[in-house]
């Protein structure tokens, strides 16, 4: 087997790379904020060559929108408590915690400024709703099998995650529990 079709390890060298090159793009956009770096810069932080970075993602926009996807993964599990009020307010409740925590703000404009950096970004933009619009779905779906009415994915971005995202980037006053329950409830 030769080294270009050996499977990679899920550990190893290559998670911490990846692991080190993520820190430091997010360190970089809390730092100095999107488009105020480079792939050089990154490459510096992370302790890497160029070369790595650009073999792995190819471009700065496709390692932006892996970064901020693996984010959303890792800190957006789709709760499941039983009722769609309940998975809705435990879901809300983790997405306000996410946005404002330490790197919650630095990850929305992210996501933001993808949508203009052209090609490469708008397709980084776009696997992320997708992404999110899958988790969504799953819990949406999940309610209906238990037959509960239930709005679309859409719903949900529009009167949860819209208002709450405006907030945090705007600095529109704290996302309180009082608040998230309060978009939970008008959207159901």
């Known amino acids: 087997m030769n080294e270009r079709t050996r499977a990679r390890r899920p550990g190893g060298r290559s998670a ?32 890497v060559a160029d070369s790595s970075i650009y073999r792995r993602w190819g471009s700065l926009e496709t390692l932006l929108g892996d970064v901020a996807l693996t984010r959303l993964n890792a800190q957006s599990p789709m709760p499941d408590t039983g009722s769609l009020a309940g998975d809705l307010r435990t879901y809300a409740a983790n ?50 099998d238990r037959g509960e009415r239930a709005p679309d994915a859409l719903g949900v971005l529009d009167h949860i995650l819209a208002p709450m995202y405006i907030r945090v980037l705007l600095g529109i006053g704290p996302l309180t529990p009082d608040y998230v329950d309060g978009l939970v409830d008008r959207l159901l």
């Open 16 to 47: 911490r790379v990846g692991a080190e090159v993520h820190r430091a793009v997010t360190d970089l956009i809390n730092e100095r904020g999107y488009g105020n770096f480079t792939v050089g810069d990154i490459a510096a932080r992370a302790g």
């Open 95 to 144: 997405v306000a915690r996410e946005i404002t925590g330490p790197d919650g703000l630095a990850l929305l404009r992210l996501s933001v400024a993808l949508s203009s950096t052209g090609h490469q970004g708008l397709r980084a933009r776009d696997d992320l709703l997708a992404e999110r619009a899958r988790q969504l779905q799953s819990m949406l779906d999940r309610a209906i």
